[in-house]
T-cell receptor, first 112, second 116 residues
Framework: GENVEQHPSTLSVQEGDSAVIKCTYS??????FPWYKQELGKGPQLIID?????GEKKDQRIAVTLNKTAKHFSLHITETQPEDSAVYFC???????????FGQGTTLQVKP | SAVISQKPSRDICQRGTSLTIQCQVD?????MFWYRQQPGQSLTLIAT?????????ESGFVIDKFPISRPNLTFSTLTVSNMSPEDSSIYLC?????????????FGQGTRLTVV
């Protein structure tokens, strides 16, 4: 079955710096790659996603890149702010089942 | 995006009892899912809730322990049966919005369950 590895597990940056979180996956049939942000006591919030026919997608300070050949994708957050502090999860889906396989999560701390 | 309401938001239960969690969506959705998030861990899919038929369970999860209902396209329940402390987790309802292949998946706020 699909296996998703996420790194790093924790990340601490200064406000204004960039943060990058990387995920690798094993199933070459995977075609949908969302990223979720989870704040304490809340459910995961979809922040950006990318599909297999696109290499990069950007939404203001957040971007995601996908390398299908190498089977990895990354979340980039620029100009980080303290409110970006949260746990971030990557996920992978294949076909039209709608089922998501999640990475282990990255705890991002943005220091003011 | 769909608005998902889960009840209860949290509960503390005695071992050996059962708890039913409700998930209500403000619009009809094709697919609904239940996930478990153990303390400090990632999310693991329990099952796909199928409208009008039995749920499809992932490896390691069985219907006797986690019975699921989905009577219509906007509502589902997950029961955690015969609970033990190992069942202490956050249980999350998720829906796919749009009805077509690989549309966005959204999550409820979760139910934080503690079994004592």
């Amino acid at each position: 079955g699909e296996n998703v590895e996420q790194h790093p597990s924790t990340l601490s940056v200064q406000e204004g710096d960039s943060a990058v979180i990387k995920c690798t996956y094993s199933d070459s049939a995977s075609n949908y790659f969302p990223w979720y942000k989870q704040e304490l006591g809340k459910g995961p919030q979809l922040i950006i996603d990318i599909r297999s026919n696109v290499g990069e997608k950007k939404d203001q300070r957040i971007a995601v890149t996908l390398n299908k050949t190498a089977k990895h994708f990354s979340l980039h957050i620029t100009e980080t702010q303290p409110e970006d502090s949260a746990v971030y999860f990557c996920a992978v889906s294949s076909g039209n089942t709608g089922k998501l396989i999640f990475g282990q999560g990255t705890t991002l701390q943005v220091k003011p | 995006s769909a608005v998902i309401s889960q009840k209860p938001s949290r509960d503390i239960c005695q071992r050996g009892t059962s708890l039913t969690i409700q998930c209500q969506v403000d619009s009809q959705v094709t697919m609904m899912f239940w996930y478990r998030q153990q303390p400090g861990q990632s999310l693991t899919l329990i099952a796909t809730a199928n409208q009008g038929s039995e749920a499809t369970y992932e490896s390691g999860f069985v219907i006797d322990k986690f019975p699921i209902s989905r009577p219509n396209l906007t509502f589902s329940t997950l029961t955690v049966s015969n609970m033990s402390p190992e069942d202490s987790s956050i249980y999350l309802c998720s829906v796919e919005d749009g009805g077509s292949m690989n549309t966005e998946a959204f999550f409820g706020q979760g139910t934080r369950l503690t079994v004592v």
